[in-house]
Every structure is written in C-alpha cells, then in structure tokens.
C-alpha cells in the first residue's frame, strides 16, 4: 500500500472529492494554507493499493491541473477609469503538489 | 521510529485523546472530513518508537473500533405518522483506519 | 526527496512561514491541535531535495526551538492580593517535534 498525500487548490476539491467516491477511493481531507501563504487549499490523505496508485494520480491530475482560465477583473468606481480595463484576461488557476510515501502497517478497526 | 496516522470518527476523538495521555503517547490532531464525504473525522498524527507501535494500534483499536449502536430515530412531527417509528434502531459507529509509515529522522528542538 | 512533517506552536507559526518563502521553501501548513491536548499547534509539511533536508531543519530549529520566555501573570482583581505576584515569571514557549519521511514519488500537476 501507499499514502499519497495530494495538495490542490479549495476550488477543486469538491470536483476531486467526487471524482475519488465514482472510482470507489477513500480520501480523507485536511483543511490547509499556504505554499507562498496562497490561502485556500485542501490536503488529501488516500490510502491505496500499489496497483491502484497510478489511478489515483491521474484522477488528481485531470481534476486539479493548473490551468489558464479567463477572468473579468474587478473594476474599481473610478468614473475616470479606462472602461479598457475590464477585459477578461488570463490568470492561472488550479495545480497540484503530490506526494506518494511507502506505508508499512495498514488497518481497519 | 514510526509515524502512525490514524483516521476516527469525531465522537471517540475525546476518549482517544485521554488514553494517548494516560499512556504517556503525544499526538497531535488535525481536523479532516470525509472518506466518501462522511464529515467529522479527526486524523491523528503519532511519532513512536518501533516498540510501541503495538501499544498505540491496541489503543486506537480499543477507543475506536467499529461497533453496532442503538439510537432512537428523530421522529418528524408528522400527526399521522405511526408510532413504532422511534423504537431504537441499531447503527454503525466508530471505525478507525490507520496507517504506518517508516521515519528516516527524528528531532525535537 | 523527503517529505519533513514539523509541528511548531502557533506563535511561531508566522515566523517559520516567512522564513520558508525567504529560503524558496514551499510549505503547506495545516491547523492542529494536542500533544497532551496543548492547543494551538500548527502542522507544516515540507517536500524538499534531499540536499535541503538540513536547510529546512536549520529553520525551523532557529525559528522555532524551546526557549524561557518572561511574562507577567496576569494578576487578580483582588485587592487584598500581594503586589509581588505581578513579578514576571519565566515559561517555556516554542518547540518543535519534526519527522523526516521517504517520498517514492513526487509530482506537479
Ligand atoms: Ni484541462
Ligand atoms: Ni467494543
Ligand atoms: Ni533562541
């Protein structure tokens, strides 16, 4: 068996979550901060089979990839403002740090 | 040494914490939820020496295992609801799932 | 590369965090409690190069170690009460408990 111990970003975790119940995965989450004091994200601790873990990453990978998404700025209540200023443009979103660790002894009580 | 990692329901988190402490164990908690979306888990983090590993699993085991529970169901306030309704019913409760990982280095500082 | 797991007491929280962003260190803190139910603890885990295992124990040793604090005991309104017990007093604060664990794989999505 194997922990993975998968870090994301808040706004996936429920798209993840759900991903990990369809393919029958318990993941157990730990509500975290930071890497660069970016607030906001969620640590996942699963617990798979060996012959199960290349699954595991590739349902974080297609649910939490960083990726560029398109957003409308925030206009300020400045009437002088250029209204230029409220196209969208491209910020990165998403992203996942993972770490897959050996486990020695799994049980269940 | 090891670190156990052990997921439990939030209802016997009190009583595990109590018998960490008698046992001169020192854990440390996080807040988690989860596992198929079933909120109100804790994890435990322990850090032990390889001959205590049996005594913290026989703790864990012990405060935490499975177990059939009897509960009266909440009775809605429906009039013409029929009265065997809140006899007691037996549920599952409890339930740990643990895991123990090798430590390369120990501190304290 | 290693995954380092350091729980510290929440006052040096801030502190080892900035540290972590000066050295180029990503760290995920997650909130915890305990060790002999002392609250207010926070959980970091780090995943480093193993030639970096010694810089991250460096900082979170030099942030974050036990060491004699003096305080004034809050005094009581107590009017009858001898004016000496608002001497400070010396108290331990700090410490940090750190595990290094192997890391099979690592990966960035
Ligand atoms: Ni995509
Ligand atoms: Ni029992
Ligand atoms: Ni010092």
Chains 1, 2, 3 share one sequence.
Do not use: C, W
Not at 10 to 26: P, T, Y
Not at 73 to 100: H, N
């Amino acid at each position: 068996m194997k922990m993975i111990i998968a870090i994301i970003q808040d706004k996936d975790s429920n798209v993840l979550s759900n991903a990990f119940i369809e393919a029958n995965i318990r993941a157990t989450k730990l509500s975290s901060t930071g890497g660069f004091l970016r607030s906001g994200n969620t640590t996942f601790l699963v617990g798979v089979d060996d012959d199960r873990v290349d699954d595991v990453l590739s349902i974080i990978k297609k649910t939490s990839h960083a990726r560029g998404q398109f957003m409308t700025p925030q206009v300020s209540m400045d009437a002088s403002m250029d209204a230029s200023a409220s196209y969208p443009v491209e910020v990165q979103v998403g992203g996942a740090t993972v770490f897959v660790l050996p486990i020695e002894q799994f049980h269940q009580f």
